[in-house]
């Protein structure tokens, strides 16, 4: 009897067999490309590849090398303010007209669309409509300096001790719209009758949304948080856009450090260190995001 049940039932590997062969291009794309490419650098990052890659080992110097250069602890730093007020900031700005958009406003299309028109923007583009603005001669300075104020001042591109802020004030205008359609499609899902619950409990709208709303769009908060946080590690447009890394090295990030030391200083050992040093960022950003996903609860 258990032959002749086994026998009537299908193979598992023959299950959905044209799906399996239509992802083999893909799965082989991701293998050789993705993976294979992530290998060969990180090897290559214990070489002295100057111009072409070779195979002179040198251990970890190229590694001590980087994190004794100034200009990189100047990226990592700059990596980190960017990125610790882009989280904060295009989460709570992006969550805050979330929440307003959901009110059932008029025009809402009309508003979702203008919010959201930045992102469609490339960041070369954005980049330099924001240096265009903050450009003390005929920027944001030049206008208010000529209602009357003479003593404004505004120039965060042109300082060195704030220039980073600059940089973040364009990511935060490009991002802040797709964060809100995020938050939106998770707001939406929301039962309506828990806000019904609510209102008859009495309880304020600010607790329903601390206590009740956002504990349970916690998967659109971690997928957020994901979306935003590979774009933090891999800015580089809006730099060379609006400040090319200067002034000096003030504004300069990991992935400007990466492409300057493998395509103009012609220092590809140096160039694969410190790109394997951004993959171990990322690593250290998604490897919690996919437990979270898919490893921290159990599945009935």
């Known amino acids: 009897m258990t032959g002749q049940a086994n026998a009537g039932r299908p193979n598992q590997l023959l299950r959905n067999l044209h799906s399996k062969i239509a992802s083999i291009p ?58 610790v007020f882009s989280l904060i900031f295009s989460l709570v700005i992006g969550f805050l007209l979330a929440a307003l958009m959901d009110q059932k406003i008029r025009f809402e299309n009309a508003f979702r669309t203008i919010f959201l028109y930045p992102f469609a923007l490339s960041f070369i583009v954005t980049g330099l409509v924001w240096q265009w603005i903050l450009n003390p001669e005929f920027g944001v300075q030049s206008v208010v300096r000529s209602l009357g104020w003479s003593s404004f001042t505004f120039d965060p591109l042109y300082n060195s001790n704030i220039v980073i802020y600059g940089i973040l004030i364009a990511a935060l205008w490009q991002g802040t719209g797709l964060v809100m359609c995020l938050m939106l499609a998770g707001l939406r899902g929301i039962d309506e009758d828990i806000w019904k619950a609510a209102r008859v409990d009495g309880i304020p709208m600010w607790k329903t949304y601390v206590l009740i709303i956002i504990p349970m769009m916690r998967a659109v908060f971690i997928t957020t948080l994901v979306i935003i946080a590979s774009g933090i590690v891999r800015v580089y447009d809006l730099v060379v856009a609006q400040t090319s890394g200067g002034p000096g090295i003030s504004s300069e990030v990991p992935a400007k450090y990466v492409y300057d030391y493998m395509f103009q200083a012609q220092n590809l050992g140096q160039g694969f260190a410190a790109s394997t040093m951004m993959l171990i960022t990322v690593a250290i950003i998604i490897v919690p995001w996919a437990y979270l996903e898919f490893g921290g609860r159990k599945r009935g």
């Open 26 to 83: 893909m799965i082989l794309t991701a293998v050789v490309i993705f993976l294979g490419g992530t290998l060969w650098t990180v090897f290559y990052s214990f070489t002295n590849s100057k111009l072409l890659p070779r195979l002179s080992f040198v251990g970890l110097d190229q590694y001590e090398r980087l994190w004794a250069a100034p200009r990189w602890l100047i990226s990592i730093q700059n990596l980190a303010i960017y990125g």
